[in-house]
């Protein structure tokens, strides 16, 4: 086509996105699908939260490009409190539609390369593509829980350009790995003798199962830019809220991310950001909120990937989030037979005959397309119901053994029906 410029004539858009958009029109038209292609929260918003929005409908000025001062100020506050981080301003804060758009300017301010992990999520490196910036593959296996280490960072990445940028996310999605303190301490060491900042993605922090999150920034603060928001732990995805911290010394990148953002978004939403203060507050309405909402994803997670397990695929279990990355390498001989080489092929597979919805590793998520990995999102549950129930338990005691088959059926039927496919497959 005449009037593309030639990256963007082939360009796809985001396959998880993509693919949602498919199913949801089956699903729509009648046909029964178990979807587990899709992460988003399956919880509704906190009431006190909705409350707050309505009540500031009326705010209808653009706000500060940078956002909204308590809001910042509140921002500061909960991760002092939450994550230790004690050392950001309001000033060092900008806030934007969604963490993701502010990953995608900072990557339009800087000049080195890309740094991710792989598997990683699918928007890193499509954003750098667009953002004419090269990128750079670390792969992380199963067998090592899907984690960056420090030799790693020292073997790839000593000679990296300045301005170049590690993506660096933890808890992780697509694998739902989380890091250990001395695993932290090994990479900031790495780190701190490259040229690389890491642009740190904590969007699942909230939804570690034990509460206990453990941040790069608190090892390597000069060096890393903190990027999280209101979409997974409080389920505001389409409220549209991210924020990004940098630490004082990178002001110069934050002042081109905040030009590129006055010519671009202009500022986020304005009754969202005044609605966010009540939940960054992190009073004990929102604690109380997301420990019952990580309960829950801790014990689907933990059947998930139990169940698979059982069946002969490779699963690492899950820390946090909505996520499992499972390997179904196990069964290659088995797909051989049925014609199957790769991982697209085996989703393609999974839905015409178990009726599930998998995204495949590879490509959306970096892994090779030889592989036999998904993304597995464990959401397709009334996560209203689920509250519900879990809220007549105490916090102190584990969920009764039943909770999963009676709250989340759906979520159990579909990873029934991908075991009795396995069961199906011919033999090799
Ligand atoms: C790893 C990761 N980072 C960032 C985002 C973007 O979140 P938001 O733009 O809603 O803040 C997502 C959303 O799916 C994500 O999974």
Redesign the pocket.
Known sequence: MEHLREKFASMQGAMNLEQNERIKELQKAGHKIYHLGF??SPFPVPDFAQEALQSHADKAEYLPVKGLQKTRQRICEYHARIDGHTHFTPDDVIIGP????L?FLLMNALKGDVYLAAPT?T?YKPQSVIAGLDCHLLKTQRENGWKLTGDQIKRECIDCKPGSVLIF?NP??PTGATYSEKELGSLADAIRNTNMLVLC?E??ARLKYDGEHRSLVTYLPEKCIL??????WASC?GW???YHMYPQNLRPILKAVQAIASNSFTCCSAPVQYAAISLLQFGDNAVEYVRHCRRVLSNVGGYCAKTLSAAGVQVVHPNAGYYIFPDFEPFRARFKVKGITTGEQMCDAILKEAKVCLLAGGPAFLDETSRFTVRLCFINFDGAQALKESGKFSLNDPLPTDFVAKCCKDTVDAIEAIVTWLKSLPDD
Do not use: V
Not at 98 to 101: E, F, I, L, R, T
């Open positions: 992460g988003q969604g963490s993701k758009d990953i999520w928007t996310c992780d999605n993605d969007i699942y990027s999280t928001g209101i979409s997974k995805g549209r809220m991210g």
